[in-house]
């Protein structure tokens, strides 16, 4: 996610480490250009018909995603990371990057699924990003930066 946010002439995070099982979360920490403590944590946005699908060993077909799938699913993985207790602070500001490898979600699908939506947040997380999956017209990982509100 930095590579690609810093591709783009926006870094995030340099100095970037993983932080060991046990002692998180965030999953990463890092430092913003101005210095500041940024606490990262990584989820997974995935089809939960894929999970039962792949447990069972039953042959699955990609997801289909609609507008209110999508916004449900990005607002739930949110939701679950918004109230982490984060680990090693103090942090200046909390990202969450929720990345997918749903083959139906490219970059044109999901700015189109999601035009102008925004999700809740209630508490802490600063910014979020969708991190989709490899491109290889473009080298590389394309995201979208989702659209916080507090309403």
Do not use: F
């Not at 929720?98 to 925004?118: C, F, H, M, Q, R």
């Not at 590389?140 to 989702?146: D, N």
């Amino acid at each position: 996610m930095c590579d690609a946010l810093s591709s783009a002439g926006q870094p995030l995070a340099h100095s970037v480490v993983s932080r060991d099982r046990g002692s998180d979360p965030p999953d990463c920490e890092g430092l913003s250009p101005d210095g500041k403590r940024i606490a990262i944590e990584v989820t997974e946005l995935v089809d939960p018909a894929a999970i039962v699908a792949t447990r069972s060993g039953t042959k699955y077909v990609w997801a289909q995603w609609d507008s209110a799938k999508l916004a449900a699913a990005l607002q739930e993985r949110l939701s679950s990371k918004d109230g982490c207790k984060l680990k090693g602070g103090p942090y200046d500001l909390y990202v969450v990057v929720i990345y997918t490898d749903e083959p139906e979600l490219s970059l044109n699908a999901v700015k189109t699924l999601l035009g102008d939506k925004s999700v809740r947040i209630t508490t802490r997380v600063d910014r979020a990003y969708l991190l989709l999956s490899y491109e290889s017209s473009s080298r590389s990982r394309p995201y979208v930066e989702l659209q916080i509100s507090d309403t």
